[in-house]
């Protein structure tokens, strides 16, 4: 009896510590990405600093210092507004 206790504690925990932070981190990334903008200044997962020229449903075309170049919404990783108040 002791040893399913330990082991049912050990589930809750790591589904706290682990899981639920996880899964709120991707919806705040879905919902990011989901609010993305004409006029927003953008970092990608390359580390490619820009600002939005056009959204579609699925890419963002970023112009960087001028140069253009259209990418997936997924490789958007976070505003440059977010890094400033942070």
């Known amino acids: 009896m002791p040893q399913i206790v330990m082991l049912v504690l050990m589930v809750v925990v790591f589904y706290f510590f ?3 932070p996880q899964m709120k981190k991707q919806k705040e990334q879905k919902n990011f990405r ?3 903008k004409q006029g927003d200044k953008v970092i990608t997962i390359g580390g490619i600093h820009g600002k939005i020229l056009e959204v579609t ?3 963002v075309l ?3 210092e001028g140069t253009k170049l259209r990418f997936e919404k997924s490789a958007i990783s976070q505003s440059v507004a977010e890094i400033l108040t942070a």
């Open 34 to 36: 989901a609010n993305l």
């Open 18 to 20: 682990m899981i639920r």
């Open 62 to 64: 970023v112009n960087s």
């Open 57 to 59: 449903d699925t890419t």
